[in-house]
């Protein structure tokens, strides 16, 4: 599918029931790593938990990627795309948003529906 097929019903609640489980499963795995705040540092190639207990000898890059998307920023994101999520499923002034505006948001869902598209479940006709 392109931008410009009109032919696919991109806003489907299916696009949205599967972003919607995605972002759960995002969540659910931020949850079950979360220690104290879910704030994590790198030292070098030491990543620190915010208990101070230490995951080590990782390589300097994967350390700071791995601090740097601790589950507190995970759970901030999947809060903040959880939100374009219901904008979408509830534009303001409902039928009276503007067109642009409704395509914008149906847009936005299919964006971040394709960062899961090797998932199982997704499927080639959402890919923006």
Not at 42 to 71: K, N, Q, S, W, Y
């Amino acid at each position: 599918m392109t931008r410009d097929d009109d032919t696919a019903d991109t806003s489907a609640p299916d696009v949205v029931a599967f972003l919607r489980a995605r972002l759960q499963d995002d969540w659910d795995s931020a949850r079950d790593a979360m220690t104290s705040s879910g704030h994590w540092r790198a030292e070098r190639t030491v990543v620190v938990l915010d208990t101070g207990a230490e995951i080590a000898d990782v390589f300097l890059g994967p350390a700071d990627h791995i601090a740097r998307f601790d589950p507190a920023r995970v759970m901030a994101e999947v809060d903040a795309k959880r939100a374009v999520v219901d904008a979408h499923d509830r534009p303001p002034g409902d039928d009276n948003a503007p067109a642009a505006f409704r395509d914008g948001l149906r847009t936005a869902v299919l964006l971040l529906a394709s960062v899961y598209a090797d998932h199982a479940d997704y499927r080639e006709e959402w890919r923006p």
